[in-house]
């Protein structure tokens, strides 16, 4: 199970943290993603991290503006994303590689 938080509306330009706690799963041992879904349109990879978090990969859409980091200790995977685009606009999802639940997600509004 994981539960998304950090999600809400900013400004083009501005920079958000989201956060993700997991449970029932051996977090130190999986790989963790953030998907993102805008209206319309299918969900799509945002960044992925290994286990052990020196391992990275971003989408080409977000590459330089958005930074994944993980705390094993806390069971928590973030995403850093600043330099927001109202093309950002979506719900953003943590998710476990290879697992078939999803999270509720959280709501990432760039608007002026």
């Known amino acids: 199970q994981v539960v998304e938080s950090g999600g809400g509306l900013v400004q083009p330009g501005g920079s958000l943290r989201l956060s993700c706690v997991a449970s029932?799963?051996?977090?130190?041992?999986?790989?963790m993603a953030w998907y993102r879904q805008a209206p319309g349109q299918q969900r799509e990879l945002v960044a992925r991290?290994?286990?052990?978090?020196?391992?990275?990969n971003y989408a080409d859409s977000m590459k330089g503006r958005v930074t994944i980091s993980r705390d094993n200790a806390k069971n928590t995977v973030y995403l850093e994303m600043i330099n927001l685009r109202p093309e950002d606009t979506a719900v953003y999802y943590c998710?476990?590689?290879?697992?078939?639940?999803w999270g509720l997600g959280t709501q990432v509004t760039v608007s002026s």
């Open positions: 029932e799963i051996p977090f130190s041992l999986s790989a």
């Open positions: 998710h476990v590689p290879g697992h078939s639940d």
């Open positions: 991290i290994g286990s052990g978090g020196s391992t990275t």
